[in-house]
């Protein structure tokens, strides 16, 4: 009975969505350099600081272990792809006092938003690059490890980012990515019994398709980094629950009103089902016996010795 529960609870119902889906999606945009919101796109930024900031109080002490296990070391060149408010980068500072970190990242007010955030210990330590990992902004054959985090999932392009992450790593050097599969996105318990709730994840996949990114990307991303020219494919899962960290640190994950309103935004069609998820969520925390777990993968690849270019 146990394994039973936690099998349907674990596993979504969820679906690839079809080039004509695509097609129809409302607020549909191939042509964006990322899926993720764009400046002024979300209707309560403090909302989403909150929900990254305690995204990565939650999981980072494993995170950090496995990541030196993948080959992180404290006196490493690390570029960050998609470094956002900051917060990893924090992080990675305190992990690599005699290395540097290089943060790439397209959003401008998430880059100012780390500038006012961030103090390296050295000043040298640090270097923030406004650009897209799809572009060749920084200079080949530099980088000791290169790190990504929850990134690639809006990043139209997968195989070419990793080609071009491959591109600045040194010979030798480690590519990290974490990132998610909608299909094994973590569980509830007590589990709701909400029809809606695999609507409203099928409705986020197929947005975020439609924009380029890709919410079931962790079936894949192995077989991405080896076209892309990584060896030695590694992969770890990080599960996060309640019970390690704190429903209040979790919670703002399954704040859905805020993490599902630009996508009401542009199709009211979601309204309805979101707006009973939301309410379901909201009842969700608010129980006594509420336990949470996320689940996230680490994939590390390695660029042959041999690659230099």
């Not at 900051?86 to 401008?108: H, K, Q």
């Not at 572009?135 to 990043?155: G, I, N, W, Y």
């Not at 703002?252 to 993490?259: D, E, K, T, Y």
């Amino acid at each position: 009975m146990t394994t039973q529960t936690v099998t349907q609870t674990v596993t979504q119902t969820v679906t690839e969505p079809t080039a004509e889906q695509i097609d129809q999606t409302p607020g549909a945009d191939i042509s964006r350099p990322s899926s993720y919101y764009k400046p002024g796109e979300h209707h309560a930024p403090e909302n989403e600081i909150h929900r990254l900031r305690q995204q990565v109080a939650a999981s980072w002490a494993k995170e950090a272990r496995i990541l030196r296990e993948f080959g992180l070391t404290e006196d490493a060149d690390v570029l960050e792809i998609g470094s956002g408010p900051g917060y990893i980068s924090e992080r990675l500072l305190e992990e690599i006092p005699a290395g540097t970190l290089t943060c790439l990242e397209l959003n401008e007010d998430l880059i100012e938003h780390a500038r006012g955030h961030l103090t390296p210990a050295r000043e040298d330590q640090l270097n923030i690059v406004q650009g897209s990992v799809l572009e060749p902004v920084l200079p080949a054959d530099s980088f000791d490890l290169a790190h990504a985090r929850l990134v690639l999932q809006h990043v139209p392009g997968t195989v070419e980012a990793l080609t071009e992450i491959h591109r600045t790593l040194r010979p030798g050097g480690k590519v990290v990515v974490t990132d998610v599969d909608d299909a094994l996105w973590g569980l509830l318990h007590p589990q709701p019994d909400l029809p809606e709730w695999d609507e409203v994840v099928n409705l986020r996949i197929q947005l975020q398709k439609s924009r380029g990114g890709n919410r079931l990307l962790g079936r894949e991303l192995g077989q991405f980094m080896k076209a892309a020219g990584f060896t030695d494919i590694k992969v770890e899962a990080v599960a996060i629950s309640s019970e390690e960290v704190g429903m209040d640190v979790l919670a703002p994950q399954l704040n859905i009103r805020s993490r599902t309103a630009a996508m009401v935004a542009v199709n009211p069609a979601a309204e309805r089902p979101c707006a009973v998820v939301a309410d379901a969520m909201d009842a969700f925390v608010a129980r006594p016996d509420a336990s949470m777990m996320l689940v996230f993968f680490m994939f590390s690849g390695t660029k042959p010795q041999a690659d230099a270019r």
